[in-house]
């Protein structure tokens, strides 16, 4: 079993901190290689160009699988309630600074719905899903059906706001079809793949765990020093 960690009963899982903290790396290296080519310091066509789209979709795809998965494995009894609702204030403050940091210095691509505002979203939806491993996976299903059959615009329900959000945003996650990927991580929290924690004897290093523990906190931190560092070296290559 999973190595118990606090009287609530939710277990630290390493499968799970390993995804975690692999999509954190793949994230850095992502925005790093994308704040050289928004200074033009790399000729480099991310996000659109061939293999940059499929990685972000990878990156996404296991923030929002451990999320998911995360639900069941935090909350394994009876909801803490107080618990959740700080979890989800950090978040809606997260998003809200995100927003407001975007909105100042990127006006015309500010983010309104990036990935902290869609796992808020997604986390207060699924939450009450997470002891259902059938009918989360049929949430699952019927989700990515609705996105395949093209029955919403890609910006639903943004494409009501129009007139008040920009045509580009610097990061967007669509409802259809990635609120599909945390009912899928629910289920596989049910699987015996999560729940026998095949990587929990391996002794991984210590780093990816901190890396899982503190993605938060580095996802909002590290833009602000990746564009300082690539600002400061252009200067220094103008100068």
Same mark, same amino acid.
């Given at each position: 079993?999973?190595?118990?960690?606090?009287?609530?009963? !939710?277990?630290? +899982?390493?499968?799970?901190?390993?995804?975690?903290?692999?999509?954190?790396?793949?994230?850095?290296?992502?925005?790093?290689?994308?704040?050289?080519?928004?200074?033009?310091?790399?000729?480099?066509?991310?996000?659109?160009?061939?293999?940059?789209?499929?990685?972000?979709?990878?990156?996404?795809?296991?923030?929002?699988?451990?999320?998911?998965?995360?639900?069941?494995?935090?909350?394994?009894?009876?909801?803490d309630r107080r618990s959740f609702?700080?979890?989800?204030?950090?978040?809606?403050?997260?998003?809200?600074?995100? !927003?407001?940091?975007?909105?100042?210095?990127?006006?015309? $691509?500010?983010?309104?719905?990036?990935?902290? $505002?869609?796992?808020?979203?997604?986390?207060?939806?699924?939450?009450?899903?997470?002891?259902?491993?059938?009918? !989360?996976?049929?949430?699952?299903?019927?989700?990515?059906?609705?996105?395949?059959?093209?029955?919403?615009?890609?910006? *639903?329900?943004?494409?009501?706001?129009? +007139? *008040?959000?920009?045509?580009?945003? +610097?990061?967007?996650?669509?409802?259809?079809?990635?609120?599909?990927?945390?009912?899928?991580?629910i289920w596989l929290a049910h699987?015996?793949?999560?729940?026998?924690?095949?990587?929990?004897?391996?002794?991984?290093?210590?780093?990816?765990?901190?890396? !899982?523990? $503190?993605?938060?906190?580095?996802?909002?931190? $590290?833009?602000?020093?990746?564009?300082?560092?690539?600002?400061?070296?252009?200067?220094?290559?103008?100068?």
């Amino acid at each position: 079993m999973p190595v118990k960690i606090n009287s609530t009963g !939710s277990y630290r +899982n390493a499968t799970l901190d390993l995804l975690r903290a692999s999509a954190v790396v793949l994230m850095l290296i992502f925005h790093f290689i994308y704040d050289l080519k928004f200074f033009s310091l790399a000729n480099v066509d991310i996000p659109s160009g061939a293999g940059w789209r499929e990685l972000r979709a990878v990156i996404v795809s296991l923030f929002l699988i451990t999320m998911g998965a995360s639900l069941k494995l935090a909350y394994p009894m009876e909801l803490d309630r107080r618990s959740f609702l700080v979890k989800m204030l950090t978040l809606a403050i997260s998003a809200l600074l995100v !927003s407001l940091a975007s909105y100042i210095f990127i006006k015309e $691509h500010w983010i309104f719905f990036g990935i902290i $505002h869609f796992i808020l979203l997604a986390s207060m939806l699924a939450i009450n899903f997470r002891h259902s491993a059938k009918i !989360s996976l049929s949430i699952a299903i019927i989700l990515l059906a609705i996105d395949q059959l093209n029955i919403f615009p890609s910006r *639903w329900p943004f494409n009501y706001m129009g +007139n *008040w959000l920009p045509v580009k945003t +610097n990061d967007f996650v669509a409802i259809f079809p990635w609120l599909a990927l945390p009912f899928i991580g629910i289920w596989l929290a049910h699987q015996i793949v999560i729940i026998n924690d095949p990587f929990r004897l391996c002794r991984l290093p210590k780093l990816i765990n901190w890396l !899982s523990r $503190h993605s938060l906190i580095i996802y909002l931190l $590290h833009q602000p020093i990746f564009l300082s560092l690539c600002y400061g070296y252009k200067q220094y290559l103008t100068d």
